[in-house]
């Protein structure tokens, strides 16, 4: 089952209302194959881009839902932002480099996967707000705000794991 990072809540739970709303919007992108093979790229020291892309896009979600946004695109948005499959630390890219790189490789990947409408690519294109363009929606903004909020949260969970010996699985 998956869940986000610091949620009790499984994703595809049929009882629980907003994560079964939450799914209805995601699931086919999470059945995908190109967004499973994110499962196997490290992305903030010991957590997964998979699971870094679920704790952006479900707690981006739940943000825009509250705020009356557009939670759909905001989800798929969120999930979609780092569909990209190389590691910038063994290309040797800069961190300038990576910052506008990453996006434009992963709107081309999310492309290739489905429709995307105007927002949604507007969160996977400028999700590294303010290194990036001008953003055009409110949503992106908060997939920027979230994205950010969890690298560090994923971060300080590594940082809990290796205080308690339990080592570091991905990087």
């Given at each position: 089952m998956?869940?986000?990072?610091?949620?009790?809540?499984?994703?595809?739970?049929?009882?629980?209302?907003?994560?079964?709303?939450?799914?209805?919007?995601?699931?086919?992108?999470?059945?995908?194959?190109?967004?499973?093979?994110?499962?196997?790229w490290g992305?903030?020291?010991?957590?997964?881009?998979?699971?870094?892309s679920i704790n952006v896009s479900y707690y981006s979600f739940l943000i825009c839902r509250k705020m009356g946004l557009d939670a759909r695109a905001t989800a798929r948005g969120g999930l979609l932002h780092d569909l990209f499959f190389f590691d910038w630390r063994e290309l040797r890219l800069t961190r300038g480099d990576?910052?506008?790189?990453?996006?434009?490789?992963a709107l081309e990947n999310a492309k290739a996967i489905t429709a995307l409408n105007d927002m949604e690519q507007d969160i996977i294109e400028n999700h590294m707000w303010p290194c990036s363009k001008r953003v055009r929606y409110k949503e992106t903004l908060v997939v920027s705000f979230v994205d950010k909020f969890c690298a560090v949260t994923e971060f300080f969970d590594y940082v809990r794991l290796y205080i308690r010996g339990l080592g570091c699985p991905l990087r």
């Open positions: 998956i869940k986000a990072l610091g949620s009790r809540i499984h994703i595809s739970s049929a009882d629980n209302d907003i994560s079964m709303e939450y799914y209805s919007q995601v699931g086919d992108l999470l059945h995908s194959p190109a967004v499973k093979d994110l499962a196997g992305q903030h020291m010991h957590t997964s881009r998979l699971q870094h990576h910052v506008r790189l990453h996006p434009q490789h």
